[in-house]
């Protein structure tokens, strides 16, 4: 069988050439790409000393911070396979993960020790944190002082051995372990630099998490393996934001949905922040168009929007610059999600399997050089999702639905099992929301069909208001009467203080859907 490097190889090699340059910056330290290479060594070195190589796999639940990437980089180096679980999890929701992946070992920074302490005593799973007693300590292992210790190990594995299961957490059902190869992951981390416009020495201001492995080989590697910096920005308030990449002279950043307007406000204040800033990714969820429209008019052609999910890797669409100037391609650009990337082809197709001409709505269907390898230990889901085409590349079928333009921009209008069907007319959720969005005294919302002894299903909508703020439901409807075909329109709004979310902060439409069934 063919042996290849791991994915930790190109990124190894990457942050040795970057050498004195820094990796990793907090408001009190940093970190260099040298200290962070010979601290993931060391690890990696401690790790295959426990017997973890190729085959094995690792859990991590980690925090936002340089010891977390590290970690990911030591199992990466030894050649097994990293587990990605939410740190946001509550313990049976990690306990149940850790059920399906089966680690031989799991790795924590500090702030998860104690919850974690009663899912692991017992398991003969191997726990690597910090300072715990009679247990691999991460500090210790990472500053290891022995000789040769600092160099990372030259690991080959077997051509298709996983390097990295990303776990997702849908709004029903248990969690999916998505499987991507050390091959595939290093074609992701190579990717993203053309994707998201990064050059040498990109500076991001990461306002992420790790939570999703998307944050990990999408912004975090990718900077790494340019030479750049990744400075924790998280949990900042946007003024303090702005002001901390004016002084880190910061190249890349994310803008969360909630705070895309305020982060507009911000640099309008702040306008010299633009002297540095090449580009703003937001991706994950459709942003409403007006806050798209609002931010471009703040920071122009530097905003980037994206489509992708853990199965595709990377994005396979994304918006250019072009986009947002005058005689833009595409038939609306702010609702767009961009073109298929150079690594990727998006259909949309009929229930048939047909393709659908311009601007009709269907299943979002990709294909892609880094789509992911399988469910883990799940081939019947896996057969579901990855089909072949006949043409020897397979396809996902996303369950997404969406249309194409005349020009290729993808339009997505939500999930296929969110379509709610009344009268015969089918209505997308998405399409409601960003209308009601826009409504006075609007915070947040989420539409969702509910059964219907006359229609079939009826439109309803949850609606969050803004703080401080007093709904006037008479007003938001007659807002919606204007904007909307009647049959689209919901039928009942319920306000509510906030929408349920899982772990992953995806709306949990079955929660609301029992509520409004069970209250008439």
């Known amino acids: 069988m063919t042996a290849e490097p791991t994915w930790a190889?190109?990124?190894?090699?990457?942050?040795a050439r970057a050498g004195h340059r820094v990796a990793f910056r907090t408001p009190d330290a940093t970190r260099t790409h040298a200290e962070s290479l010979?601290?993931?060594?060391?690890?990696?070195?401690?790790?295959?000393g426990q017997g973890i190589g190729p085959g094995d796999r690792v859990a991590l639940v980690v925090d936002a911070e340089a010891d977390a990437v590290e970690s990911y980089l030591a199992v990466g180096l030894t050649g097994a396979t990293a587990v990605q679980v939410n740190d946001r999890l509550q313990g049976p929701e990690i306990a149940e993960v850790l059920d399906l992946a089966a680690p031989r070992a799991v790795i924590h920074?500090?702030?998860?020790?104690?919850?974690?302490?009663?899912?692991?005593?017992?398991?003969?799973?191997?726990?690597?944190?910090?300072?715990a007693a009679g247990r691999l300590d991460l500090d210790a292992s990472a500053a290891m002082a022995s000789s040769g210790t600092a160099r990372p190990p030259r690991v080959l594995v077997p051509a298709g051995t996983p390097g990295i299961v990303g776990f997702t957490s849908g709004t029903t059902g248990r969690p999916k372990g998505v499987v991507h190869t050390h091959a595939n992951l290093a074609r992701i981390v190579r990717h993203m630099p053309a994707h998201d416009g990064l050059r040498w020495g990109s500076r991001c201001g990461f306002t992420g998490t790790l939570a999703f492995a998307a944050g990990i080989w999408g912004v975090v590697l990718p900077h790494l393996y340019v030479g750049g910096e990744i400075s924790w920005m998280a949990g900042l308030a946007p003024d303090a934001?702005?002001?901390?990449?004016?002084?880190?002279?910061?190249?890349?950043?994310?803008?969360?949905?909630p705070l895309m307007g305020a982060f507009a406000d911000a640099v309008r204040r702040r306008p010299e922040v633009l002297d540095h800033l090449d580009g703003v990714l937001h991706s994950g969820s459709l942003a409403p168009r007006e806050a798209t429209v609002d931010l471009v008019d703040a920071i122009g052609h530097r905003y980037v929007e994206t489509y992708g999910m853990t199965e595709t890797g990377a994005p396979v669409t994304a918006t250019v610059p072009a986009d947002w100037r005058p005689g833009a391609e595409a038939d609306d650009p702010f609702s767009s999600a961009g073109r298929a990337t150079s690594i990727a082809r998006v259909l949309v197709l009929d229930e048939h399997g047909a393709e659908l001409p311009a601007g009709e709505?269907?299943?979002?269907?990709?294909?892609?050089?880094?789509?992911?390898?399988?469910?883990?230990?799940?081939?019947v889901q896996t057969a579901e999702a990855l089909r072949d085409a006949g043409s020897g590349r397979p396809r996902l079928h996303t369950g997404d639905l969406g249309s194409l333009d005349a020009a290729g921009h993808l339009y997505v209008r939500g999930r296929a099992k969110d379509m709610i069907v009344t009268g015969g007319m089918n209505v997308y959720p998405a399409e409601?929301?960003?209308?009601?969005?826009?409504?006075?005294g609007v915070a947040d919302v989420a539409v969702l069909g509910v059964p219907d002894e006359r229609w079939g299903e009826t439109v309803v909508a949850a609606v969050v208001p803004t703080p401080g703020a007093s709904l006037d439901l008479t007003a938001l409807e007659a807002f919606v009467r204007g904007q909307l075909a009647g049959y689209k329109k919901p039928t009942r709004?319920?306000?509510?203080?906030?929408?349920?979310?899982?772990?992953?902060?995806?709306?949990?439409?079955d929660v609301l859907r029992r509520e409004f069934e069970e209250t008439p």
């Open 432 to 440: 409601v929301e960003r209308v009601i969005a826009r409504a006075e």
């Open 241 to 257: 934001w702005v002001d901390r990449m004016i002084a880190e002279r910061t190249t890349f950043t994310y803008a969360p949905t």
């Open 9 to 15: 190889t190109p990124v190894a090699d990457a942050m």
């Open 493 to 509: 709004v319920r306000v509510v203080d906030e929408l349920p979310r899982n772990a992953s902060l995806k709306v949990r439409k």
């Open 109 to 131: 920074t500090a702030a998860h020790a104690e919850r974690l302490a009663p899912l692991l005593a017992g398991s003969g799973v191997l726990v690597v944190g910090h300072g």
């Open 361 to 379: 709505v269907g299943e979002v269907v990709v294909e892609s050089e880094t789509l992911f390898a399988g469910y883990l230990d799940d081939p």
């Open 38 to 48: 010979a601290r993931a060594s060391r690890l990696a070195h401690a790790l295959a």
